[in-house]
Structures are given as C-alpha cells and as structure tokens.
Nanobody, 121 residues
Framework: QVELVESGGGLVQAGGSLRLSCVVS????????MGWFRQAPGKEREFVAG???????HYADSVKGRFTISRDNAKNTVYLQMNSLKSEDAAVYYC???????????????WGQGIQVTVSS
C-alpha cells in the first residue's frame, strides 16, 4: 500500500508564492518517478511538473520559469515551489507516483487526495 499526502496549499494573492509538499509512504520512494498535476473545475487533469527517480525534471510550458519541482529521497518527499502565481494556476493539485511517460496521467499508479490552491487577483 502506497500513500501520498499533500500539504501546503491555500489562498495566495496573484504574484505570490506557495510550496506544496507530498510525503510518500509504503514503498521505496526513490524508485518512483514523481509528478504534480492539477485540475480546475470543469477541466481535465493536466500535467504540471515531474521529476524522474534519476533527478531529471520536466515542466508544462505554462509553468516553466515559475514553478520548480524537487525531491528529497531521505524524507520521502516531493516539493513543488510555485512562484509568480496567476489566477489561472488556481486548481486542485495532486501528486502522483509511477513509472513511464512523466507527463501522462495514465502512467501514474498512485495518487494523493489533492490539495486546493486558490489565487486571488
């Protein structure tokens, strides 16, 4: 059983920053590729950022230069630092663990429960 628990969401003004965290338990964290996805009301879940077990990172074009994904294998935790937040970044954010194509929802085996990020203008 693998469990993912997100934290760090909340309300922030446009232009502000938040850092999301996701703690993974149950299996060897370092063996997984990790991803962050988001889903806004009425929209499909979309890729935000991913980080390979080898450390390589990938970003959606919409967040490049503003968001940074990182991982701490000693703490079984993946982070998403979000800077210069825009109203369009508001969504429920999910972390996920899996293998394969890092930007594809269907490649991930385990998901967190999601955490709300609200951006006020």
């Amino acid at each position: 059983q693998v469990e993912l628990v997100e934290s760090g969401g909340g309300l922030v003004q446009a232009g502000g920053s938040l850092r999301l965290s996701c703690v993974v338990s149950g299996r060897t964290f370092s063996s997984y590729d990790m991803g962050w996805f988001r889903q806004a009301p009425g929209k499909e879940r979309e890729f935000v950022a991913g980080i390979r077990r080898t450390g390589g990172s990938h970003y959606a074009d919409s967040v490049k230069g503003r968001f940074t994904i990182s991982r701490d294998n000693a703490k079984n935790t993946v982070y998403l630092q979000m800077n210069s937040l825009k109203s369009e970044d508001a969504a429920v954010y999910y972390c996920a663990a899996g293998y394969g194509a890092i930007d594809r929802v269907y490649e991930y085996d385990y998901w967190g429960q999601g955490i709300q990020v609200t951006v006020s203008s």
